[in-house]
């Protein structure tokens, strides 16, 4: 049975205990992909993530030209944050070595999914970021 996982972003206070709570609950999940509209967030999210891992906050920005960035957390380990607004093609997203890098075992935080949906894995978490009438945001998810 799928659990249905929610976790209400106040506000830009809130967002480092949002982190926090998101990284306990989605356990050993490396793959995640946040399917969200413009301005929802999304980059603001990672970058509380990656806050929360330890990353250097000035390290952190979206890659939406590079496609993707590599971070190193507090522990050494690499992590990946893939921007794939810009891409047209499933090719675009082959040739930056996508399969290499979700297939590496570090977290894996994927902006923009649904333009190259029909290559991500099985055993990707499909976040989704709502934003609500008073300007808060619900972090949601099933697994």
Known sequence: MNMKHCITIHDLSDIDRAAWEFLKEIGN?????FFAPMGAGKTT???????????REDAVSSPTFAIINEYKTGTGDSMYHFDFYRITRIAEALDVGFYDYIDS???????????????????????????????SRTVSWED
């Open 105 to 135: 075992g570090r977290l894996c935080i994927i902006e923009w999914p649904e333009n190259i949906e029909e290559i991500l894995p099985d055993e990707t978490l499909r976040i989704s970021i709502t934003v609500n009438p008073d300007d």
């Open 29 to 33: 999940h490396k793959i995640v992909a």
């Open 45 to 55: 999210f990672t970058t509380a993530i990656c806050k929360a891992l330890g990353v």
